[in-house]
């Protein structure tokens, strides 16, 4: 199965560097490639902060009052045990 794999990357990779190569063969100005090449990293470079910040947003952050909340709530829980548990042995 990893020599097919190896084989369908292998022709992956094969078909992008050919297109790439057309590509590349079909600009008349070489020296512009540079510039589209700064271009495109720049616009490759804003799209991945714009993911990051993205996933920053999403991310769980630190709220103090969560963990507050959380802490009020396991207490509640801890002493409705204690109470439960002792009304059941008075019984």
Do not use: C
Request: no cysteine.
């Amino acid at each position: 199965m990893s020599g097919n794999l190896k084989d369908i990357l292998s022709h992956l990779s094969t078909e992008f560097t050919d297109d790439a190569m057309d590509g590349l063969q079909e600009i008349k100005n070489k020296q512009k490639i540079s510039s589209l090449v700064e271009q495109l990293n720049r616009d490759l470079h804003k799209k991945l902060e714009k993911k990051k910040k993205r996933k920053e947003k999403l991310r769980f952050k630190d709220q103090p009052w969560l963990y507050i909340a959380i802490v009020i709530i396991l207490l509640l829980i801890v002493l409705s045990y204690i109470v439960i548990h002792r009304m059941l042995q008075q019984q």
